[in-house]
């Protein structure tokens, strides 16, 4: 059996890339690909459990505490769903994984990349994305959108200097020498996320279909925007 593919969104608050991962869904469906939609933290009991602490916990988690959580929601996550659906050769769509911890907890929070790294590293038992689509948007552009979405989380709370942090660091990623530097990555391609639902659905359909034509290159609508 053919082994599957994962496929991280990644990006900053308001990049537009939990709408993209949806319509891509729905586009694979449309033509009975077999794959699975995912989203971190979350997807297991303990996921879940951990998204609640991390996104709605009053009066704050340690940084450490924070990343840990994460870790642990992965480790779940890899090993009981994404890890048997690519065994049965599906695609798996994750909504974040660990470049959000390199972004987040290393730039944003300040922990140390080496440890996070090897903390990743038994997370994940080694898997890297086969290919992670990284939205760039401008900043007015997320903003509005992160403010659509109603009353902010506590990542969301986090301030303007750390998520100028997250911003720059994601910008990084997307240097080849970082991605040198970072092989566990695998690669990362940018997506401009700017525009309506649609137009950028056009443009992650072209990523895709420039790595796996045989997969991607049928011409097939735009399925309508949603979540």
Same mark, same amino acid.
Do not use: C
């Given at each position: 059996?053919?082994?599957?593919? @994962?496929?991280?969104?990644?990006?900053? !608050?308001?990049?537009?890339?939990?709408?993209?991962?949806?319509?891509?869904?729905?586009?694979?469906?449309?033509?009975?690909?077999?794959?699975?939609?995912?989203?971190?933290?979350?997807?297991?009991?303990?996921?879940?459990?951990?998204?609640?602490?991390?996104?709605?916990?009053?009066?704050? @988690? *340690?940084?450490?505490?924070?990343?840990?959580?994460?870790?642990?929601?992965?480790?779940?996550?890899?090993?009981?769903?994404? /890890?048997?659906?690519? %065994?049965?050769?599906?695609?798996?769509?994750? *909504?974040?994984?660990?470049?959000?911890?390199? %972004?987040?907890?290393?730039?944003?929070?300040?922990?140390?990349?080496? !440890?996070?790294?090897?903390?990743?590293?038994?997370?994940?038992?080694?898997?890297?994305?086969? @290919?992670? @689509?990284?939205?760039?948007?401008?900043?007015?552009?997320?903003?509005?959108?992160?403010?659509?979405?109603?009353?902010?989380?506590?990542?969301?709370?986090?301030?303007?200097?750390?998520?100028?942090? /997250?911003?720059?660091?994601?910008?990084?990623?997307?240097?080849?020498?970082?991605?040198?530097?970072?092989?566990?990555?695998?690669?990362?391609?940018?997506?401009?996320?700017?525009?309506?639902?649609?137009?950028?659905?056009?443009?992650?359909?072209?990523?895709?279909?420039?790595?796996?034509?045989?997969?991607?290159?049928?011409?097939?609508?735009?399925?309508?925007?949603?979540?």
């Amino acid at each position: 059996m053919t082994r599957g593919r @994962l496929i991280v969104f990644e990006g900053p !608050e308001g990049a537009g890339k939990t709408t993209q991962v949806g319509l891509l869904s729905a586009w694979l469906a449309a033509r009975g690909v077999e794959h699975l939609r995912v989203r971190e933290p979350g997807g297991t009991p303990l996921g879940d459990e951990a998204r609640r602490l991390l996104l709605d916990t009053p009066g704050g @988690l *340690d940084a450490r505490a924070e990343a840990l959580l994460f870790m642990a929601s992965r480790a779940a996550l890899v090993a009981e769903v994404i /890890v048997p659906a690519m %065994a049965r050769g599906a695609l798996v769509l994750a *909504d974040r994984y660990f470049l959000s911890t390199y %972004a987040y907890q290393v730039a944003g929070r300040g922990l140390p990349e080496s !440890e996070i790294r090897a903390a990743n590293a038994l997370a994940t038992d080694g898997l890297s994305p086969d @290919l992670t @689509l990284l939205f760039s948007v401008p900043a007015q552009v997320r903003a509005a959108r992160a403010a659509a979405r109603g009353a902010p989380d506590r990542i969301e709370r986090a301030g303007d200097a750390f998520h100028a942090r /997250v911003e720059r660091a994601f910008a990084m990623f997307l240097s080849p020498n970082w991605q040198a530097g970072h092989p566990e990555a695998g690669p990362v391609v940018d997506v401009n996320g700017d525009g309506d639902a649609a137009a950028v659905f056009a443009r992650v359909r072209a990523a895709l279909g420039e790595r796996w034509p045989g997969l991607f290159d049928a011409a097939a609508p735009a399925p309508a925007p949603g979540r």
